[in-house]
């Protein structure tokens, strides 16, 4: 497929989820996942490191339960896994519509997390996905 790959350095962007803030803040984060990443392309390939795309998914349902871009990806996720087949690549465009680090702005994730600045929505929410167990 066509499009444009782009590695996301430090683990800020996994499959539907992003890094802990070990070293960095949630101002930093957003500037990351929404002011520079959410800028590119759609059809922009996100490759991670890791293969965390099933947690992370439990999560994004946690987050927003009814979302069905998020129901959907845990389906093709589970089939993927059965076939012994990756995850990743996810593109941009589908991150936005499932990763809930990058709906901040959504009134969803908004409910979950209890305000509606999207920088303390980005705060709360990665400090309940540090706790989640789901």
């Known amino acids: 497929s066509s499009g444009i790959n782009a590695e996301c350095p430090y683990g800020r962007v996994f499959a539907a989820g992003c890094g802990r803030f070990f070293e960095g803040t949630a101002p930093q984060m957003y500037r990351a996942l929404i002011e520079i990443l959410s800028s590119l392309p759609d059809n922009t390939r996100v490759y991670c490191g890791h293969e965390y795309t099933a947690q992370n998914l439990k999560f994004a349902k946690h987050v927003e339960p009814d979302n069905l871009a998020v129901l959907a990806m ?44 999207p920088v303390e929505v980005m705060k709360v929410i990665r400090s309940a996905k540090d706790k989640f167990r789901g």
């Open 74 to 117: 845990i389906e093709e996720v589970a089939k993927k896994r059965e076939a012994g087949e990756p995850t990743i690549p996810t593109t941009i465009g589908q991150e936005k519509t499932f990763n809930p680090f990058m709906r901040v702005k959504e009134s969803g994730v908004q409910k979950f997390a209890g305000c509606s600045d």
